[in-house]
C-alpha cells in the first residue's frame, strides 16, 4: 500500500470517481458513502475483491469483484459485506447508530477483529458530487481507516508497537522484575564525612541516626535545625543508652541519668 502521506494527494483517490457512479443512483443516507470509501480504501489500495453480502463464514470459490454488489445498502440499520484476499474471507460489517458509525474488519482465519467509530453527519457533507465535495476531509478519514481498522488487522495493533519500541531499555545485566514500575530507588549511602546526597529530593532527615560513628546528617529525634523557642543550630544528639555525657565529648563526664530510679529491683519476679 502506499504510504500515508499518498493519502493526501489526488492520485490516491483515482478510481473514487468510477465506483461512485456505478452506485450513485442507491446512495440514500451518508452512512453509504463512508462504507464506499472503506470498499474503496480494500480494493484500490489492499487489492482485496468482494464475494457478496452477508456473514457467511464460508470461502468461496469466486475471485470477487472490485464493485459493490448489489443490496450492498439496502438494511437501514447495518452492513455485512465479504471480501477474499489471498485466498482469506474478510467480514466488513456496519453498525447504525442514533448519530455514529461503527465499522468492524475481521479476519476469519485469525479471528482479528479491529473497529472505529465515525459519525455520518460530521465527515459527510453532501451525497452527491467529487470526492472532496462529498466527504471535505476524506484523507484524514482514509488514514483513520488505515490505522484504526486495516493496519491491526493486516500489520498487528501499530500502538502496541509503539508503545513497545518507546519504552526505556533496562540496564544491562540486571534482571527484570515484573512487579516494579520505573526505575529502581536507590537510598543515600554512606561515605567518609556522611553520606552522599538524598535523591529524588527527600530531606536528609534522620540520616545521622543511621551512622554508628555519629557522623551523618541530622538525626531524627535532636538533629533537626532550629526550631521555634529552641534556640538556633542542631540540638545535641541523644544517646538514651550511654552514662556518658553528650555535652562532654571526650571527658568521660558522668551523665545523672547513671543513677537508679526509686525502688529499682533487677529481679523482676520479686
Request: charged residues 25%; proline residues 11%.
Amino acid at each position: 500500500m502506499e504510504s500515508g502521506s499518498a493519502a493526501k494527494t489526488g492520485d490516491f483517490f483515482y478510481g473514487w470517481d468510477l465506483l461512485y457512479k456505478t452506485v450513485q443512483a442507491e446512495v440514500d443516507k451518508k452512512s453509504d458513502l463512508l462504507i464506499a470509501l472503506v470498499h474503496f480504501l480494500l480494493t484500490k489500495h489492499y487489492n482485496f475483491r468482494c464475494v457478496g453480502i452477508g456473514d457467511d463464514k464460508t470461502l468461496p470459490e469466486e475471485e470477487g469483484s472490485e464493485l459493490l454488489p448489489d443490496s450492498w445498502n439496502d438494511d437501514d440499520t447495518k452492513y455485512s459485506l465479504r471480501y477474499v484476499h489471498d485466498k482469506m474471507l474478510y467480514l466488513l460489517l456496519g453498525h447504525i447508530t442514533e448519530d455514529a458509525l461503527l465499522i468492524n474488519l475481521m479476519d476469519i482465519n485469525t479471528k482479528k477483529v479491529s473497529n472505529i467509530c465515525v459519525e455520518p453527519e460530521t465527515l459527510v457533507a453532501a451525497v452527491k458530487g467529487g470526492i472532496t465535495t462529498i466527504m471535505p476531509t476524506a484523507s484524514e478519514i482514509v488514514e483513520r481507516y488505515r490505522r484504526e481498522l486495516l493496519d491491526p488487522v493486516f500489520t498487528g495493533n501499530s500502538r502496541e508497537v509503539t508503545t513497545q519500541t518507546t519504552t526505556s531499555p533496562r540496564p544491562s545485566g540486571s534482571d527484570p522484575d515484573p512487579l516494579r514500575i520505573g526505575e529502581p530507588r536507590r537510598g543515600g549511602s554512606f561515605i567518609p564525612g556522611g553520606f552522599e546526597p538524598r535523591p529524588f529530593g527527600f530531606p536528609d532527615i534522620g540520616r545521622g541516626d543511621l551512622d554508628p560513628l555519629g557522623r551523618g546528617g541530622p538525626g531524627n529525634l535532636f538533629g533537626f535545625p532550629s526550631r521555634p523557642n529552641m534556640g538556633p543550630g542542631p540540638l545535641p544528639r541523644f544517646d538514651p543508652f550511654s552514662p556518658l555525657n553528650p555535652n562532654r565529648p571526650g571527658q568521660g563526664g558522668i551523665n545523672p541519668d547513671h543513677m537508679r530510679p526509686p525502688d529499682w529491683n533487677p529481679d523482676y519476679y520479686m
